[in-house]
């Protein structure tokens, strides 16, 4: 695991000049939630470079069931920089996408989540899935909202390769705190508005137009 990391960072750094904000707030120990808006698959590559520690992150499970050469190489890479499978099918399959989630924060690590559920088709911030919130609850794990520049421009939807000559950035908020919902973790609408709370500061972080629904996942191929 991370082991793509070590050989992409120097490389992408050269070949990007990707620039970062805020890395000062990210706790040096101890659980953290990394929330971050998505605007593309390239968020997975340049979201973290500028966190001195290690983060797993979650992603949906579909991308790890391609088939052929290119559903090889697409686990290949994401087992290579720390991604965990989740189940977002609903029940009983993504309470346990949650519960390795948990397990990440539990043993005092850091977990990068994408509240959106899918990434954004037309560059617009849309409304938050509430796991982020059952996390932020059940761990008391501070959460950081994590706002992606430019990614949308380096690689929209259907580019399989980023673009070079743009720069990529990250926005890191000052933490975000959930003591005041400590043991609500059950209470429905307690979780809207801790996710309605991150999606806010990801909106004031990256200045996108806010949608209030949810983004649309599509069809993964299984060429």
């Known amino acids: ?5 070590a050989v992409m960072n120097p490389i992408l750094r050269l070949a990007f000049r990707p620039w970062a904000e805020g890395v000062e707030n990210v706790p040096e120990e101890g659980p953290v939630i990394l929330a971050s808006n998505h605007l593309s698959h390239s968020d997975t590559i340049f979201g973290w470079l500028h966190v001195k520690r290690r983060v797993t992150q979650l992603a949906g499970s579909h991308f790890f069931s391609g088939r052929g050469i290119k559903g090889f190489l697409m686990r290949l890479f994401l087992n290579g920089i720390g991604t965990v499978p989740i189940d977002r099918s ?3 399959a993504s309470e346990a996408g949650l519960s390795s989630g948990l397990r990440v924060l539990n043993e005092g690590n850091v977990l990068g989540i994408y509240p959106e559920g899918t990434r954004s088709r037309d560059g617009r ?3 938050g899935r509430t796991g982020v919130a059952r996390l932020a609850l059940a761990s008391r794990a501070p959460v950081i909202p994590c706002a992606m520049i430019n990614t949308f421009e ?6 399989l390769l980023p673009k070079l000559g743009i720069r990529p950035g990250v926005k890191f908020g000052k933490p ?14 307690v979780l809207r508005a801790v996710t309605d709370e991150v999606m806010h500061a990801l909106m004031d972080l990256s200045g996108q137009e806010y949608v209030d ?3 649309v996942r599509t069809t993964v191929s299984k060429g």
């Open 213 to 215: 629904d949810y983004a």
């Open 90 to 92: 609903g029940g009983k």
């Open 154 to 159: 380096i690689m929209p939807p259907g580019r």
């Open 125 to 127: 911030l849309y409304k």
């Open 1 to 5: 695991m991370y082991y793509c990391l």
């Open 176 to 189: 975000l705190d959930f003591s005041r919902y400590h043991g609500m973790e059950g209470d429905r609408l």
